[in-house]
């Protein structure tokens, strides 16, 4: 891949390496390493990622719902009535 950057967005963009795209490229579009390409998508994720709320940063961290859910099943701490039900679907859906 040949790597581009518009100088003013700092916008990426990849064609293929064979020349087969090059009547597409821009003429204003700055040729690139892939390095910099990475470098350049590392720093635009790491501000997408500094914007977020700390509730959105914790979404993305937790265990999925079921699996907080498993772990509370496994270690017994839902009602018996609870723990039946979902020890029979269990028991019905075994793992394969």
Do not use: C, H
Request: proline letters at 4%.
């Amino acid at each position: 891949m040949k790597y581009y950057k518009d100088p003013n967005t700092n916008e990426i963009y990849a064609y293929e390496s064979d020349g087969s795209q090059d009547a597409w490229i821009d003429s204003r579009l700055v040729l690139i390493t892939e390095e910099q390409a990475t470098e350049i998508r590392q720093q635009k994720e790491q501000e997408i990622f500094n914007s977020l709320s700390y509730q959105e940063k914790r979404v993305m961290e937790y265990p999925s719902i079921g699996d907080q859910l498993d772990a509370l099943f496994r270690a017994g701490v839902f009602p018996a009535e609870m723990a039946a039900q979902i020890q029979a679907v269990k028991d019905k859906y075994p793992k394969g």
